[in-house]
Nanobody, 118 residues
Framework: QVQLVESGGGLVQAGGSLRLSCAAS????????MAWYRQAPGKQREPVAA??????NYADSVKGRFTISRDNAKNTVYLQMNSLKPEDTAVYYC???????WGLGDYWGQGTQVTVSS
């Protein structure tokens, strides 16, 4: 069983910054991909950023403003969000792909609300 605990969401004015964290715990042998998704009201969940051991990827809408990073010792992924815009308002979810005794599995965090006021 793998658990993900997210933190760091909140209300911020446009142009402000927030840092999201997602810590993984449980029984697994390694973490491959770690990513952040978001879902705005009435819209589908969309990928925001992803990180592997040697690469990062970003949605075009957040390039240059968001930075994803990971601390392997803490099994934690971060999302530093700068220059926030009202259109960044959404529930943000972390996603990890881990190797368990049952094989590779994808797990989701509970979500954290990010609200950007204009």
């Amino acid at each position: 069983q793998v658990q993900l605990v997210e933190s760091g969401g909140g209300l911020v004015q446009a142009g402000g910054s927030l840092r999201l964290s997602c810590a993984a715990s449980g029984t697994f042998f390694g973490i491959y991909n770690m990513a952040w998704y978001r879902q705005a009201p009435g819209k589908q969940r969309e990928p925001v950023a992803a990180i592997t051991s040697d690469s990062t990827n970003y949605a075009d809408s957040v390039k240059g403003r968001f930075t994803i990073s990971r601390d392997n010792a803490k099994n934690t992924v971060y999302l530093q969000m700068n220059s926030l815009k009202p259109e960044d308002t959404a529930v943000y979810y972390c996603n990890v792909r881990v190797n368990t005794r049952w094989g590779l599995g994808d797990y989701w965090g509970q979500g954290t609300q990010v609200t950007v006021s204009s």
